[in-house]
């Protein structure tokens, strides 16, 4: 089967195992390419992203060194992790912060499933992982979620700010702090913010993206050959 992406990519899904392993030999990977754009074209490997809470900040996910040693510690095969990333900006850190969330993504399942099931060892502590589920898209200009644009794209010829509702400055400019002067421009009502994760229209908007998911019920990724994984 093959999909178009909304980012202008193309998802193409085979109809066996064997023959995804086939495709992701180097030689016929570059043949494939070749006869798809060429230069132009880049393939990505699906990767199995999990959020890992509480990892010790002296870990720097850029490192390849330091995703090897996690992998080795936690028993994991090597170049099972693919990358890694903080999810709060570094400088948006407190000054005294010792642990902080990363998303790591594994190239199979099973690397994964280990990490949810076992934790991982990284910088000496263990910890654990659980999927990273699709959220809905918010637009950061016209604040509207699930809509099928970004910012750049959005048609809205003012802002509105995803902190306090005003359409006279962008959410970056807004120095409301007081959460009671908070205003979500989605639920049209005050005491939180639009980019807020527990904005009711926001978990509503969550709940019917996830009912579209099968897997997103399980807490791992579902292998077939695998029952304990659904």
Do not use: M
Not at 6 to 20: D, H, I, K, P
Not at 117 to 127: K, S, T
Not at 209 to 229: G, M, T
């Amino acid at each position: 089967a093959v999909r178009c992406l909304r980012n202008g990519g193309v998802l193409y899904e085979l109809n066996t195992a064997q023959a995804a392993s086939w495709l992701r030999r180097p030689e016929k990977t570059a043949s494939f390419v070749q006869h798809f754009g060429g230069e132009r074209t880049l393939v990505k490997e699906r990767t199995f992203p999990t959020v890992v809470e509480y990892v010790p900040i002296s870990f720097d996910p850029s490192s390849d060194l330091a995703l090897r040693v996690a992998e080795g510690r936690s028993g994991l095969d090597p170049d099972s992790i693919v990358r890694a990333n903080w999810i709060k900006p570094v400088n948006r850190r407190s000054t005294t912060q010792s642990f902080a969330h990363a998303i790591i993504r594994f190239n199979s399942p099973k690397a994964a499933n280990t990490a949810i099931r076992d934790g991982l060892v990284i910088a000496g502590r263990r910890v654990w992982g659980r999927k990273l589920l699709q959220e809905p898209l918010r637009c950061l200009k016209c604040q509207k979620l699930g809509v099928a644009h970004l910012a750049s794209e959005c048609k809205q010829i003012h802002d509105t700010c995803g902190t306090c509702g005003s359409v006279s400055h962008t959410t970056s400019t807004c120095d409301v702090t007081d959460r009671a002067k908070h205003w979500c421009a989605n639920c049209r009502t005050g005491g939180h913010a639009a980019w807020d994760r527990a904005c009711p229209a926001f978990l509503a908007a969550r709940d019917r993206l996830l009912d579209r998911q099968p897997d997103a019920q399980y807490r791992f990724f579902p292998i077939p050959s695998d029952p304990s994984s659904w």
